[in-house]
């Protein structure tokens, strides 16, 4: 398996730009996470869901941030407008709901916002 | 989910036994004991879980206390490559709940 595929794996873009971030969890996985890591705060949860409905949204900082997850194949992480205080490495995993206890990670993308 | 102290950083000689400390002592009967740890720029690996008997695996090996308060994660032969963040995560079981990450240990492996 591929395992999670994350894209793009970075981008640079100007304050007040729409940035979309995309997650293929891996095969057959029912739980899909997003998070965010920055020197200040670490790793923090935004939101996670399990069979494709969010579970817990908590962890968006704002209205400006959005996730969505249409099926069971992809998701996207959407921040509109764009701040510099987004830039950050930002992290996907998958797991399966009941029979693991392991959460797989992406390479994560790391935005830069200017 | 409990919370989880650990010492921000330590040092290992490569081939020697790592072993790292985990203390979580407000956890609760139902709570288990995950480490991960992430290698400078990757995304967290999973490395072992634990609710309260000792595990071992192809990775390394978990030593939970018989009151549960605290743990020891011990990489038995050290290498260059586990130089890395270590976490210690206490939280309900199963996969499909969110972790909740602390500032783990730092591990240097040196030759």
């Known amino acids: 398996d591929a395992g999670v595929i994350q894209s793009p794996r970075h981008e640079v873009t100007e304050m007040g730009q729409e940035v979309t971030l995309r997650c293929k969890p891996i095969s057959g996985h029912n739980s899909l996470f997003w998070y965010r890591q920055t020197m200040m705060r670490g790793l923090e949860l935004l939101i996670y869901?399990?069979?494709?409905?969010?579970?817990?949204d908590s962890g968006m900082p704002e209205d400006r941030f959005s996730a969505k997850m249409p099926n069971a194949s992809f998701s996207t992480l959407k921040i509109q407008p764009s701040e510099p205080r987004d830039s950050a490495v930002y992290f996907c995993a998958s797991s399966l709901t009941r029979q693991a206890y392991e959460q797989y990670f992406g390479p994560g993308t790391r935005l830069t916002v200017t | 989910d409990a919370k989880t102290t650990q010492p921000p950083s330590m040092d290992c000689a490569e081939g020697r036994a790592a072993n790292l400390p985990c203390n979580h002592s407000t956890i609760s009967g139902n709570e288990y004991v995950y480490w991960y740890r992430q290698i400078h720029s990757q995304g967290p690996q999973y490395i072992i879980h634990?609710?309260?008997n000792n595990e071992t695996n192809e990775m390394a090996s978990l030593i939970i206390t018989e009151d549960r308060k605290s743990s020891t994660l011990i990489l038995p032969h050290a290498t260059l490559r586990d130089t890395a963040v270590y976490y210690c995560i206490v939280r309900r079981g199963g996969a499909g709940t969110a972790l909740i990450f602390g500032k783990g240990t730092t591990l240097s492996v040196s030759s």
């Open positions: 634990g609710l309260k």
């Open positions: 869901f399990n069979n494709n409905v969010p579970i817990d």
